[in-house]
């Protein structure tokens, strides 16, 4: 079992930890609100580590399905097989965060390739410096605002990173729009990485298409890795990296992580329905409509 987070360990300096309403509590590196656990010696590692061409680093916003992603990374670059001894977790290399698998750079340095990188950052602070200049390959994978709205909230609700936040669900959304929880504004994010989507060493991917046309979306994350989709592996990464298996199966479900016993919630398009009024659903769709203009970018919000 993995410590639970405590700031007085994982915080590593305590003095720039500020709280916010309802307790909700963070620190800001380049002016964007992070976790406590992101800390600044951590973050200037991520800036800095060396990667190698064979990396592979995937990126998202928190809770558009960034496990998931790893999921199926991990097992493209095995042959469709996880990692016996190992769980997803420690698979992946959190370079930015103390908890719950802090990386020394000399531990990163001498592990073999391909090594795969998890972030949650916005593109101008993402692992290993400029992504234009990096040997190593990015995917990002976005959601629809909406569901990362709903999930997150979950997420944070009640849990020492976020100071116990304890906050009403419009509390959460209004501050959701306003760019005030960790890894700071949606848009921002979202479109800072689409922005790059053309670049040689990027892949851009929606959580939506993957629910919906998995065995394509499947095909260009290895075509783009470059590891050989053949009809075991395939059959093996489409049944391993389900919903169903993932939260039953020990390698992937967290469960050395108490804190994210309720991880696997729900997996689905639109459960922001059960969540937003009538009224909410109206201002949010002005703020995105505002937002997304003339960016190109769009979602299925159900
Ligand atoms: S985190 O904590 O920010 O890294 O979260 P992240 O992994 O990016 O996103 C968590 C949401 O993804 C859902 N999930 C999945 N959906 C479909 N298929 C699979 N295999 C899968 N695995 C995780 C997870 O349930 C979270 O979404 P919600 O809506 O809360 O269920």
Not at 68 to 76: A, G, R, T
Not at 214 to 240: C, H, M, S
Not at 251 to 259: A, G, K, M, R, V
């Amino acid at each position: 079992m993995i410590d639970k987070y405590r700031d007085e360990v994982h915080g590593e300096v305590l003095q720039d930890i500020e709280i916010g309403e309802y307790g909700y509590k963070y620190r800001r590196l380049d002016g964007i609100i992070m976790p406590p656990y992101i800390t600044p010696e951590r973050y200037k590692l991520s800036r800095t580590i060396e990667l190698r061409k064979g990396d592979i680093c995937f990126t998202s916003y928190p809770k558009s399905g960034s496990t998931w992603l790893s999921q199926i990374i991990i097992l493209l670059v095995n042959e469709g097989k996880t990692p016996e001894d190992k769980t997803l977790r420690n698979c992946v290399h959190w370079v930015a965060s103390s908890w719950p698998y802090p990386r020394s750079r000399e531990e990163l340095d001498a592990l073999p390739s391909p090594r795969i990188f998890k972030s949650h950052m916005p593109w101008h602070m993402s692992v290993g410096g400029d992504t234009s200049e990096s040997p190593c390959k990015y995917i990002y994978i976005a959601r629809n605002p909406k569901d990362v709205a709903v999930s997150y909230y979950y997420f944070e609700s009640g849990k020492q990173w976020s100071g116990n936040y304890n906050g009403p669900w419009e509390h959460w959304l209004k501050w959701f729009l306003e760019g005030n929880v960790q890894r700071g504004d949606w848009f921002d994010h979202v479109l800072g990485w689409w922005k790059r989507r053309n670049d040689n060493n990027m892949l851009f991917l929606k959580y939506e298409d993957m629910k919906r046309d998995f065995e394509n979306q499947l095909v260009r994350i290895a075509t783009f890795l470059g590891y050989p989709l053949t009809e075991p592996v395939r059959d093996a990464v489409r049944d391993k990296s389900s919903f169903n298996y993932m939260k039953k199966n020990d390698f992937s479900n967290l469960h050395e992580i108490p804190e994210l016993d309720s991880f696997f919630r729900k997996g689905q398009i639109g459960s922001w329905k059960d969540m937003f009024t009538t009224a909410q659903n109206e201002h949010f769709d002005s703020i995105y409509a505002e937002r997304m203009n003339g960016t190109g970018l769009e979602f299925d919000f159900e």
